[in-house]
């Protein structure tokens, strides 16, 4: 069998899938095997990542009674069980489904999203297992933290009609109390996503938009309010 063609093909098959099972799983386990994972008290350490505190604190002004009701205090504590539980929220509802977080090395992704995703990033215990994503329904979102502000993924929660028209994604009004007067507010469930989808990629150094450019001037001045 193996002095015939099929048999070389065969033997050639099976060396192909060992090399690339080797290269693309058992390589990366052994040169990151070393790195620190972080844990989620440390990703709300203000001298790791100052963004998410500051955007906890952003949700506390914008949504007082809310918050105080469902998380109470602007606290590192809090700020990480609301994000172990918005990403509880984000896999269980299956936005992964569509929303991708990882830029890959292909044509035009870093034009779009920024630079290709790097392993650094993934560190973390918020970041297990990864969301790849399985399809580009919606746009990548691992460094979607900062982009809009937290009103308008309040509002796309409510109609994303409202916020990009035409797109295809459900309304998830669960997240939101209709109170009697004024729009809809965001609950415990409402707030944890928020917060989770302001965090990814809020650690990064680089500029992700001209909103984190000046975060400590603007939500700074929300917090004194």
């Not at 994972?37 to 998410?52: H, W, Y």
């Not at 914008?62 to 469902?70: D, H, I, L, V, W």
């Not at 299956?94 to 920024?114: A, I, T």
Request: glycine share 8%; with cysteine.
């Amino acid at each position: 069998m193996f002095e015939s063609k099929s048999g070389i093909l065969l033997l050639a098959g099976l060396g192909f899938f060992l090399l690339a099972f080797v290269s693309n799983a058992v390589v990366p386990i052994l040169m990151f095997r070393d790195l620190p994972e972080q844990s989620v008290e440390e990703l709300v350490d203000p001298t790791v990542n100052k963004n998410v505190m500051a955007e906890l604190r952003d949700l506390q002004q914008r949504y007082p009674e809310s918050f105080a009701q469902y998380v109470g205090e602007a606290t590192e504590e809090n700020c990480a069980e609301l994000l172990e539980r918005g990403r509880d929220i984000y896999v269980g509802e299956g936005c992964w489904h569509c929303h991708s977080q990882f830029v890959r090395p292909v044509s035009n992704e870093s034009k779009r999203w920024g630079p290709v995703a790097e392993p650094i990033e993934y560190q973390n215990e918020l970041q297990r297992p990864v969301m790849f994503g399985t399809r580009r329904v919606g746009p990548d979102l691992s460094r979607e933290g900062g982009r809009r502000g937290s009103d308008w993924h309040v509002a796309h929660f409510w109609d994303p009609q409202l916020t990009s028209p035409g797109s295809i994604m459900p309304a998830y009004k669960w997240f939101l109390d209709e109170p009697e007067s004024g729009p809809p507010t965001p609950n415990a469930k409402g707030l944890a996503i928020v917060l989770y989808v302001q965090w990814l990629g809020s650690w990064l150094e680089f500029p992700i938009s001209p909103y984190y450019e000046n975060v400590e001037g603007v939500l700074g001045k929300a917090a004194a309010r």
